[in-house]
């Protein structure tokens, strides 16, 4: 279901928060606001894109998966961000696919009206090519992260950028969801959830997780963290 914008309703997604109000009036007769459900495919590896999405709450995951079937994720995008990027770079498919993982709303546009609006410049331009830069630095640190870093430290890294994104304590997500996004086996999230947990760092129930110290799960986590983070923060000033 769609929803018309009321353009005094405040502006939760970053990228749409930062720009001013003349430049996010003139974006309004092309947004709808939508309901994002769990699991709901936003887009499908080599499809063409048809609408991205601007998400004011909930999470995105940008996950590749393989000719047996198995899944990795290589991107998240939360309320800091936009999915469907590729429609700014020319191609407009990739080879991954956007799944919602956390259930929310967003700001919806199509496609073409988006690329309309990219090719005229200005700060919507300006404001998108920074956060593919910040994207492209996730994907490019994720991708060593995950060959040189050990399990614990990145569940926690995972956990902390997935608390950035939805801005919450509170993750609603499985251990099963966890591995795949991980590209571990589960078992190997059971022991470090369970770790976790005794270290007094999370608080895992069937379903969510709670970050109980973040300090703690802060020195846990490899570099690759603070890198991303900080690189978020220089480029956007979304964290």
Known sequence: MSVSINPQQPR???LLAALSDREYESLIPHLELVSLSRHQVLYDAGEEISHVY???????????????????EVGIVGKEGMAGMPVCWGGNATITQAMVQIP????????????????QGGALQSLLLRYTQA???????????????TLEERFARWLLTVRDRIQSHELPLTQEFISHMLGTRRSGVTVAASTFQEAGMIRYSRGKI???N????????????????????????TG
């Open 12 to 14: 939760e997604n970053r």
């Open 54 to 72: 601007f998400p004011n709450q909930g999470l995105v995951s940008l996950v590749s998966i393989m000719a047996d079937g198995a899944i990795v």
């Open 104 to 119: 929310g709303t967003a700001m919806r546009m199509e496609a073409e009206q988006l690329l309309t609006q990219f090719n």
């Open 135 to 149: 994207l492209y630095s996730h994907t490019t640190q994720t991708a060593a992260c995950n060959r040189l870093h």
């Open 210 to 212: 709670t970050i109980l």
């Open 214 to 237: 973040q300090e703690n799960l802060e020195l846990t986590a490899c570099e690759c963290y603070k890198v991303i983070k900080d690189e978020f923060d220089r480029l956007l000033g």
